[in-house]
């Protein structure tokens, strides 16, 4: 089945620790996103990628960049976690039309120590 | 900017029908769509509505009033696995990403 991979499920770092989350898919979609979700709170858009064209969140923080080598690939990099950034990254992949809905990962859950 | 509002939270027994209600303030947008996320899974597409007026996929329905800023999910027959959170979503104009309510946490009791 045509899907969207993330791994790994479960990752722990420590504080000021880079961590890389990566994201995969099958669907050979054109964009890529990545969202931040808190306990009880909706999912925030941090970027996206359509196809090799990064956008940028204006209120994403520095912290946090993204690399996309292929159509089937997407990495969110941390560059010094900190406590507040613990939370589920969702990756999602979309056609990139206006009405094509969002195929999301089971998420990463990061735990920051 | 972008701001929609959903109930925090809406508790309903087995078999009932439930409203859960999304009211938006966009400069404009391409539709609405509905997700449907379980406790610790990943959100799940429902329902759009690029049009004004009622859309239905079995017990689900969704509906939209752009002249009201309005729209909503309709659930009928509610079963124990109903039981999730509901956003509202909308691609505003000139995008290609969602922008997300702020959820409705649904309760199903037997």
């Known amino acids: 089945d045509a899907m969207v991979i993330q791994n790994p499920r479960y990752q722990v770092t420590q504080f000021g620790k880079p961590v890389t989350l990566s994201c995969s898919q099958t669907l050979n979609h054109n964009v890529m996103y990545w969202y931040q979700q808190k306990s009880s709170q909706a999912p925030k858009l941090l970027f996206h990628y359509y196809d090799k064209d990064f956008n940028n969140e204006a209120d994403t923080p520095d912290n946090f960049q993204s690399r996309r080598p292929n159509t089937s690939f997407c990495f969110l990099d941390i560059r010094s976690p900190g406590l507040g950034d613990a939370a589920m990254y969702l990756c999602?992949?979309?056609?990139?039309?206006?009405?094509?809905?969002?195929?999301f990962g089971n998420g990463t859950r990061l735990t920051v120590t | 900017g972008q701001s929609l509002e959903q109930p925090s939270e809406v508790t309903a027994v087995e078999g009932a029908i439930v409203q859960i209600n999304c009211t938006y303030q966009?400069?404009?947008?391409?539709?609405l769509s509905w997700y449907q996320q379980h406790d610790g899974g990943a959100p799940t597409f429902l329902s759009y509505n690029a049009l004004d007026g009622l859309e239905e996929t079995g017990r689900f329905s969704s509906f939209l009033s752009r002249s009201d800023s309005y729209g909503y999910l309709l659930l009928q027959e509610l079963q124990m696995k109903d039981s999730a959170s509901y956003f509202c979503?909308?691609?505003?104009?000139?995008?290609?990403?969602?922008?997300f309510g702020s959820g409705t946490r649904l309760q199903v009791q037997p």
């Open positions: 966009t400069s404009g947008f391409y539709g």
């Open positions: 999602a992949t979309s056609s990139g039309t206006g009405n094509s809905p969002l195929h």
């Open positions: 979503a909308v691609t505003p104009a000139g995008r290609r990403a969602l922008t």
